[in-house]
Antibody, heavy 120, light 110 residues
Framework: EVQLVQSGAEVKKPGESLKISCKGSGYSFTTYWIGWVRQMPGKGLEWMGIIYPRDSDTRYSPSFQGQVTISADKSISTAYLQWSSLKASDTAMYYC?????????????WGQGTLVTVSS | QSVLTQPPSVSAAPGQKVTISCSGS????????VSWYQQLPGTAPKLLMYENNKRPSGIPDRFSGSKSGTSATLGITGLQTGDEAGYYCGAWDSSLSAWVFGGGTKLTVL
């Protein structure tokens, strides 16, 4: 059974750094694109970017390029989303999402979500 | 604004049928597959339809998908109260080289 299990909720202050994680199991982690989707409170889904764990090829949405860093450690089947300096506007639920075959294919599995709250 | 356009809300009575539209352009829906996602309140999204009209295992045939030109439609028949959720369309955008979602449609089963 494919599972994506994300790290727990975080409460941070503006300017702090953060790295959240998503551990994949039940499939070959290195051969599927995996990425992140943001959902701000009461809003819709926004695709942030993806990574191919086998070679760490990474693609970002133009809206998120330079704002976050996506990485993966294939040795422990885990993808990461990282901020160097959080803003209040980063407050959102973040979902990891596996694309079914190519980076341009549908998301077939989702993590349970990690709530990030940024407040002074 | 989202790249793909959906109505913010739709509603219908139990047992009835509803359709949700998703409008895009030649760089996304017009030349790429469309998928649909259901997000029940307080939960993660779930894949409902892929490659325009294919249902993943476990999705009942009350749900259907279609695409014509730069628009796509999700249909739900025999509405149940458990279908109350947010519904999102998605597609790859070849110009942006990014996946794009619609703004989402909240379905209310009256």
């Amino acid at each position: 059974e494919v599972q994506l299990v994300q790290s727990g909720a975080e409460v941070k202050k503006p300017g702090e750094s953060l790295k959240i994680s998503c551990k994949g199991s039940g499939y070959s982690f290195t051969t599927y694109w995996i990425g992140w989707v943001r959902q701000m409170p009461g809003k819709g889904l926004e695709w942030m970017g993806i990574i191919y764990p086998r070679d760490s090829d990474t693609r970002y949405s133009p809206s998120f390029q330079g704002q976050v860093t996506i990485s993966a450690d294939k040795s422990i089947s885990t993808a990461y989303l990282q901020w160097s300096s959080l803003k209040a506007s980063d407050t959102a639920m973040y979902y990891c999402a596996r694309h079914s075959y190519g980076g341009n294919s549908e998301v077939d599995y989702w993590g349970q979500g990690t709530l990030v709250t940024v407040s002074s | 604004q989202s790249v793909l356009t959906q109505p913010p809300s739709v509603s219908a009575a139990p047992g009835q049928k509803v359709t949700i539209s998703c409008s895009g352009s030649s760089s996304n829906i017009g030349n790429n597959y469309v998928s649909w996602y259901q997000q029940l309140p307080g939960t993660a999204p779930k894949l409902l339809m892929y490659e325009n009209n294919k249902r993943p295992s476990g999705i009942p045939d009350r749900f259907s998908g279609s695409k014509s030109g730069t628009s796509a439609t999700l249909g739900i028949t025999g509405l149940q109260t458990g279908d109350e959720a947010g519904y999102y369309c998605g597609a790859w955008d070849s110009s942006l080289s990014a996946w794009v979602f619609g703004g989402g449609t909240k379905l209310t089963v009256l």
